[in-house]
């Protein structure tokens, strides 16, 4: 092939491949993209759609919680509107005590105010109303700071359903949660051993939201069990190096083991109609692995359940 | 840059010096047996080296001969992606739609971090003014890429080129003036 003629008629005929193979590329690759930005809006949608779960669940248990915190509320209520209407039995009393206080030094009788003020000591029991005064304060203040506590345990959960990941320590997150339900708990023996742990990338929220659901199922299975003593148990370590292990057991019922592998589908329950959404378990296993966490569950019938939760410690990137 | 700059090269420079001298560039600056395939990455600066090349064996200034390069690149790529082209109805359509759908369609194909970043204003029907921007600074070639795409919608284009990167400006700015 020394003609030049012959090597061009080769380059053009190489060069013809060439595009060829390229046009068939270019046909793929544009396809494989576009099939790629279809998956990727879908992934955007499910995205929003379990975002969407998750807070409905929320605004569910956020719900069921309103009964017990309302009870919550009341206790603390009574007795600082107790104390209150003492202190108000109690006002003519110091207000005739200010009203004599006012006079001294303005009166040229001291000595008819000194016998007033004494008078009035005894008649309105000044001496029993100066000894019930701090008391009455401070167990005032004490139920307007229990009542603060609870607004604010309540008003954290719910306005947490944006919140974004971060540096969070587990174990205030779960005295949080455990204080919130305390109203609801305090009928069960509670057996509770937390422990400071390393912290993790999560969401403050949501972790509290996975706990109120397995606290609310242990509950519900040693509701549903007639032994005398009902015990929850919430327990909280270190795992190994880059691990952290929480786990909420209840010597329930437990769960039959034809369904454990459904009990993590979402609309699966296995209350009766109207008592659960099904969506519980569903959304506390979406939470774990949106922090790459894992969740299992061990039952055994009449016995009890073990939820135990494993949250990686050194994991950063966070979807 | 991408093999389809390469491949547009190869195709000029066939045409103009012919098979042989082309080759000897390759050998020169191009590692052994090289082949150029649309959608991989090669080297900026065997580009560079081998349109050097090509400007020292036409015995012309490298920008005049990137702009010729560009005005034949514009003539090749039209002519293998007649889907692309054939989305726009003029000069004018295809100038304002470079980043918006030109790129995009760029994107679909390769994986390139390193596409210009393009502007344009319509200051009249007469007058487009387009801001060129690139680490590449390849505003002689995007000129003759212009001068192409004016030539396939048979408009008669003069540009200026007030602001320049090769002189230190941010950013190009060309002034495009049709017919």
Redesign the interface.
Known sequence: MSD?ND??KA?LREKQA??E???L??EK??AL??ANQTLERQLEQLKNQQAVLINNERMATLGSLSAGVAHELNNPLAYVRGNLESLNHYLPALQELLNLASMAGHTDNDQMLSTQLKEAYVTQRLNDISEDLPDLINDTLHGCERIKIIVSDLMNFSRSNNDSFSSIALKPIVEDTLRLLSGQLKSYDLVIAIEDVAPILGKDGAIKQAIINLLANAKYAVDRDHKPHKTIEVLLAPGNDKEVILSISDNGIGIDPDIINRLFDPFFTTKPVGEGTGMGLAVTHAIIKEHRGSITVQSEEGIGSRFTITFPTEHIEAE | MRGVVFRGLEELAIETIGMQEWDELLETYAPQGRVYVSPTAYPDEELFALAQGVASKLDKPLTEVLAIFGQSLFGFLAKKHVGISSKFSSFEELVVSIDSVIHMEVKKLYDEPNLPSITTTIENDKTIILKYKSNRKLCFCAEGLLHGAAQHYNRVLRIEHPQCMHEGADHCVLILHLD
């Open positions: 030049p090597y061009k380059y060439r595009d193979v390229e046009s590329l270019e690759t544009r993209y576009l």
